[in-house]
C-alpha cells in the first residue's frame, strides 16, 4: 500500500513535466505530432471595467483544458475619492490625469477635465472648472494679507492657459 501512493506522485510529476515539456518546445511537439488540446470555454470576460492605468491587462491567456482563465482583471484601479475619475486626482469632480493636486484651499483645483488642470495653487478658488491640459496652475502663491490671490486661473478651455497669475502680492 505505501509503494502505491508513492508511484502516483512519480507518474503525476512525469505527466506534469512531460506536459511542460511539450508546451515550452513547439518543435518537440511537431516531432511527436503532438498537438495542444483545445481549450474549451477559456479566456472569456477578462480585463474588463478598469479604471486608471495599467488595468486589467495580460488575463486569461495561455490555458488548457476547459473553463479556465475567465473573470480576471476585471473592476480593477484605485478607487477615486470626492467624485473624481480618471487616474490621480485631487480635489473634487475632477475627470483625467493629475488634476487638482497641492491646492491649499479645498475650494481650488475642482471640477477640471483633461490632465495637468487646476495643480498647485495658493489661496482660495483658484484653478477650477478648466477643460483641457495645463490650465489654472500655480495662481495666487506667496501673497501676503487678507484677500488676495484668488479667484484666479478659472473656467479655462485648450491648453496652457491660466496659470501663474494673482501671485507674491505683499
Do not use: W
Not at 518543435?27 to 486608471?52: D, H, K, Q, S, Y
Not at 491646492?103 to 483633461?114: Q, V
Request: charged share 5%; glycine share 26%.
Amino acid at each position: 500500500m505505501k509503494s502505491r501512493p508513492k508511484a502516483l506522485v512519480a507518474i503525476t510529476c512525469a505527466e506534469l513535466l512531460f506536459t511542460f515539456l511539450l508546451q515550452a518546445n513547439p518543435t518537440l511537439r511537431e516531432t511527436l505530432g503532438v498537438f495542444p488540446i483545445a481549450c474549451v470555454g477559456c479566456g472569456n470576460g477578462n480585463g474588463n471595467g478598469n479604471i486608471g492605468v495599467l488595468n486589467g491587462n495580460n488575463n486569461g491567456n495561455l490555458n488548457t483544458g476547459g473553463g479556465n482563465g475567465n473573470g480576471n482583471g476585471n473592476g480593477n484601479g484605485a478607487p477615486q475619492t470626492n467624485g473624481n475619475l480618471g487616474y490621480m486626482n485631487g480635489g473634487t469632480g475632477n475627470i483625467g490625469a493629475y488634476n487638482g493636486l497641492g491646492n491649499s484651499s479645498g475650494t481650488s483645483g475642482n471640477n477640471n477635465i483633461g490632465a495637468l488642470n487646476g495643480n498647485f495653487n495658493g489661496s482660495t478658488n483658484n484653478g477650477n472648472g478648466n477643460i483641457g491640459s495645463f490650465n489654472g496652475n500655480f495662481n495666487g502663491i506667496g501673497n501676503v494679507g487678507p484677500g488676495s490671490g484668488s479667484g484666479n486661473g478659472n473656467g479655462n478651455i485648450g491648453a496652457l492657459n491660466g496659470n501663474f497669475n494673482g501671485s507674491f502680492n505683499h
